[in-house]
């Protein structure tokens, strides 16, 4: 394996720190939090495009950065 460096915050590295298991090295566990997004579904297989946009999708519906249904149509003009 090729290694390389990429640069990231010392909050990131010290959470991926607490995740990671003895002896499990930050590749595996990176590799690890990636296969967690789904690769399909009955139709098909995700682009790698979508899964990263899904990924976000889910971020954002973890950090409260979602709007209700009832929000987007009061928006619209439609109730």
């Given at each position: ?6 640069q990231i915050s010392q ?69």
């Open positions: 394996m090729v290694n390389t460096t990429i909050s990131t590295r010290s959470k991926l720190a607490k995740m990671k298991m003895q002896n499990e090295s930050y590749d595996d566990l990176i590799n690890a939090l990636i296969d967690i997004v789904p690769s399909g579904d009955d139709e098909g297989e995700y682009t790698e495009e979508f899964k990263a946009s899904l990924m976000r999708s889910l971020i954002d519906i973890k950090k409260g950065r979602t709007h209700s249904l009832e929000d987007v149509k009061k928006q619209l003009g439609i109730e």
